[in-house]
């Protein structure tokens, strides 16, 4: 049972462009969702974050949104770089949920010159 | 550099053999987390330690276990491997159990395993 969705395995954007992620989750329960970030050869590292009180985080190039009434939060990378490419999860847990971060398939994202 | 270490990278065995991955959480980290990525699967979550006990599973079969040891590292043990089982395995580590908002996963680089 995939409770959390991504549905485009991969993207390809300019460089200098915007990137949009999506990611759809169905459990209600969830409050905290998370984006990593997955270079071939290494492990997901932590890319950012955002609570179910918040509906907008945003660090730097990074900027994710959560709409809780349609269970579906999106990544937004402006302006994409090269380096930017690479595969992308989201992640969600509950707070109950004793650590059971669940992931998403994963998107790859390609940044072309 | 996650300050999670995961021995080995490669692991290469053959069908019905049992195996064992190695993880060394962060410094400070009390909790384990074992996850598995199959081809074009995302990461699927197979089992959580904190401090030494078992607090979360997930679907891990049970040709599988785990533990983890006083000094917090953890093994992650693969019995009468099947085909199937090739995948990354990977290990992570948090501070805490995992139950507070605004708590995050470290990623080792992970244990590719095939399976011939």
């Known amino acids: 049972d995939q409770q959390v969705k991504q549905n485009s395995p991969s993207l390809s954007v300019q460089e200098g462009r915007i990137s949009i992620l999506n990611c759809d989750y169905t459990?209600?329960?969830?409050?905290?969702f998370l984006w990593y970030k997955k270079y071939p050869a290494e492990g997901p590292t932590f890319l950012i974050s955002i609570s179910s009180i918040k509906d907008k985080n945003e660090d730097g190039r990074f900027t994710v949104f959560l709409n809780k009434s349609a269970k579906h939060l999106s990544l937004h990378i402006v302006p994409s770089q090269p380096g930017d490419s690479a595969v992308y999860f989201c992640?969600?847990?509950?707070?109950?949920?004793?650590?059971?971060?669940?992931f998403g398939a994963g998107t790859q994202v390609v940044v072309t010159p | 550099d996650s300050g999670v270490t995961q021995t080995p990278k490669h692991l290469i065995t053959a069908t019905g053999q049992r195996v064992t991955l190695r993880c060394s959480p962060r410094s400070g980290d009390l909790s384990v987390y074992w996850y598995q990525q199959s081809l074009d699967q995302g990461l699927q979550f197979l089992i959580q330690?904190?401090?030494?006990?078992?607090?979360a599973k997930g679907n891990i079969l049970e040709r599988f276990s785990a533990q983890q040891f006083p000094d917090l590292h953890s093994e992650l043990n693969l019995s009468s491997l099947e085909l199937g089982d090739s995948a990354l395995y990977f290990c992570a580590s948090s501070v805490g159990q995992g139950t507070k908002t605004n708590e995050k996963l470290f990623f080792g680089s992970g244990t590719q395993l095939s399976v011939l």
């Open positions: 459990n209600s329960m969830f409050d905290y």
């Open positions: 330690y904190y401090n030494g006990e078992e607090r």
């Open positions: 992640a969600a847990s509950a707070t109950d949920s004793w650590g059971k971060f669940q």
